[in-house]
């Protein structure tokens, strides 16, 4: 039987195709972005000066002193004979969340019982039942209750998801760790770094002896600068992945290709030496030489890779992808925003100026791509001035916006991209207090001493993305 349909409809179905196509088109996408992005070649080489590129902006004297620095943070954890934190230190977390449990992966309240029943397996009373040094085995995640299970502060886009205030940070494979407790059910172990603490699943750290803490302390390290480098021991088995900005004893050099020293666990839960093969091209000898063209590289690696608030899904925040991007270099930063601002180099205070002469101070005062830009709860690194405005380079989840009748939302960006100092200033209407990135920023952090300041790139005409 022929079903016949009415002109109108045809013309509606014809319509709704459209304007599905529509939707679907890159130009229906390009419109959900914040005009910087859209504006701005997403690309650091694009923002090289050019006869400069292969100079260090900082002496190798004063970045020698700031690697071997380095070297004593990163290591200090094995150094120490008892945990750093409390029992109370590790009770506040399940204190604070037994009063507000949030809601859990299913949207739904959790109980308050659901944290005690995490407190009653963490064993807490026996605290510290250990005290040894460990090492990560694999890309592990830092949890500040022992449980992969996530809470959220609410439903919306600014306590909902990505936002699982149990997650602290990651540890990259391979990194020391101080081993203090293992919870009553074996599954989780409390451990502390060079400058966080909380529980990781046991499965992913190894006891280290003395011998082997001795030999990965060599001095020389191949840094991987590439992100998610696949590695394999002698005999070709794959052993995990390797992110930019972890690090390995350098063995030996042969030609294209390095010999690295990487640790696995034995049955037993104790660390084993393995030697690996690194491509040179994927790594470089910490620490990096500190040229325009070397931190170009090295940051573009990191462009537009997602956002991960705490290292969730092996993605990184915005202090997270500054750790890294700087490990290379042999400079250390701490793991969160405002740690990273006024724990390291010289802080600018910049809160008690206006918008415009914020940005003039920056522009007169920082060093490209040694100079971090802080505001509450971000962090930014500035990337030097383009059409004579400041540009940095962020991981972010998204930015405020207010329509003209004052409600107000906000539109996801969702990875690491750059910007100028007022990414999407254009969704708020009126320019609303608190709606201007510029207005909220607090200082500037200077990294480097007497960092001589290179020459900025000429304009280009050359904005859009291809």
Same mark, same amino acid.
């Given at each position: ?20 196509? +529509? ?92 944290? &005690?029943? +995490? ?134 050099? &042969? ?170 200033? &254009? ?40």
């Amino acid at each position: 039987m022929r079903i016949k349909r009415s002109p109108m409809k045809i013309h509606i179905c014809i319509f709704l195709g459209m304007l599905g196509i +529509l939707l679907l088109s890159p130009l229906a996408r390009a419109q959900d972005e914040i005009r910087d992005i859209s504006r701005l070649k997403q690309d650091h080489f694009f923002y090289l000066p050019g006869k400069s590129d292969d100079s260090a902006i900082v002496d190798r004297e004063i970045q020698q002193t700031l690697n071997e620095s380095y070297s004593r943070r990163y290591f200090s954890i094995w150094q120490q004979e008892k945990p750093r934190c409390t029992r109370d230190d590790i009770l506040w977390d399940f204190n604070k969340y037994g009063e507000n449990p949030g809601y859990g992966e299913n949207h739904r309240r959790r109980e308050p019982a659901w944290v &005690e029943g +995490l407190r009653h397996s963490a064993g807490l009373d026996q605290y510290p039942n250990r005290g040894i040094r460990g090492i990560t085995v694999a890309n592990t995640d830092l949890r500040a209750l022992p449980t992969s299970g996530p809470l959220f502060d609410g439903l919306d886009n600014d306590s909902g998801y990505p936002f699982d205030r149990l997650q602290i940070s990651t540890i990259t494979v391979n990194s020391p760790v101080y081993i203090s407790h293992v919870s009553e059910d074996k599954a989780w172990v409390h451990v502390e770094t060079g400058t966080y603490f909380g529980w990781v699943s046991a499965r992913d750290v190894a006891l280290v002896d003395d011998d082997l803490a001795n030999s990965w302390q060599s001095g020389r390290y191949a840094v991987v600068i590439r992100d998610r480098i696949p590695i394999y021991d002698e005999k070709g088995r794959f052993c995990f992945k390797a992110p930019l900005g972890a690090q390995f004893p350098l063995l030996r050099e &042969e030609g294209d290709v390095w010999e690295i020293r990487i640790v696995v666990s034995d049955q037993d839960g104790r660390a084993i030496s393995k030697v690996a093969r690194l491509a040179r091209e994927h790594a470089a000898l910490r620490p990096l030489k500190m040229t325009r063209a070397n931190l170009a590289r090295v940051a573009n690696e990191l462009i537009n890779q997602p956002y991960g608030w705490g290292g969730l899904y092996g993605n990184r925040d915005c202090s997270s992808m500054l750790m890294d991007f700087f490990a290379p270099f042999g400079i250390w930063l701490p793991r969160n925003s405002k740690q990273q601002a006024h724990e390291t180099g010289r802080f600018i205070e910049l809160g008690h100026l206006p918008p415009e002469e914020k940005e003039a101070a920056i522009l007169s005062s920082g060093i490209p791509y040694a100079t971090l830009i802080w505001r509450k709860g971000h962090i930014m690194l500035y990337m030097g001035s383009f059409e004579g405005k400041a540009l940095i380079f962020h991981s972010m989840w998204g930015v405020t916006t207010q329509d003209v009748r004052g409600r107000r939302g906000r539109r996801i960006v969702g990875r690491s991209v750059i910007t100028t100092l007022r990414p999407g200033i &254009e969704c708020c209407s009126g320019l609303a207090p608190g709606c201007d990135p510029l207005q909220s920023i607090l200082g500037m952090t200077l990294l480097l001493p007497d960092a001589p300041k290179p020459p900025e790139p000429e304009p280009s005409p050359q904005l859009t993305n291809p």
